[in-house]
């Protein structure tokens, strides 16, 4: 078993990687060169990224984890090598922020003859069932500045006094 890491989850206690045994898993990083030209990044911030994943890729060497780090052009040729040297893997990965990307992640690692579990992403301070309860039955046009006003109540932060800022 693998833990898929995105440059946006370099967290060692939350998700997949909480608990993780370094005796018995994998820890593979994406370094994609086509994700830095999807959009018009600051050269800082894109050097700022890539080095805080080879910094927590050291981390984790350094406390035991075996750490596949891919230097590739996309997401699917990084998949293609991993999936060349642990042909069958299955992996795990916390859901990434952005809609859509789980779904596209398990339709790329499937067609390499993996497997891919999706699990709930802990580093947002509500979860995704919160939201949809929230939701209910409301009708349009939906302003998610009250859902937050609301979250703030419930969790204490961003407060002044009993008001949200």
């Not at 090598?81 to 922020?97: K, Q, S, T, V």
């Not at 596209?104 to 499937?110: A, G, I, K, N, P």
């Amino acid at each position: 078993m693998t833990v898929l890491v995105l440059g946006d989850q370099l967290a060692r206690d939350h998700g997949p990687l909480a608990g993780l045994d370094p005796c018995e898993e994998r820890v593979l990083l994406f370094e994609a060169r086509a994700f830095a030209r999807r959009k018009p990044y600051h050269p800082h911030k894109l050097t700022l990224v890539f080095s805080a994943m080879r910094h927590f890729r050291d981390a984790l060497r350094e406390a035991g984890h075996a750490v596949d780090y891919r230097q590739c052009e996309t997401f699917a040729d990084g998949l293609d090598a991993h999936f060349e040297a642990h042909p069958g893997d299955r992996l795990e990965m916390m859901r990434p922020a952005s809609f859509g990307a789980a779904d596209r992640m398990r339709e790329l690692v499937e067609a390499r003859g993996g497997s891919l579990a999706v699990l709930d992403n802990d580093l947002f301070v509500t979860s995704r069932e919160q939201w949809a309860a929230w939701m209910g039955d409301r009708e349009p046009p939906y302003r998610q500045e009250t859902f937050y006003r609301e979250a703030r109540r419930a969790t204490g932060y961003l407060m002044d006094g009993d008001e949200p800022l």
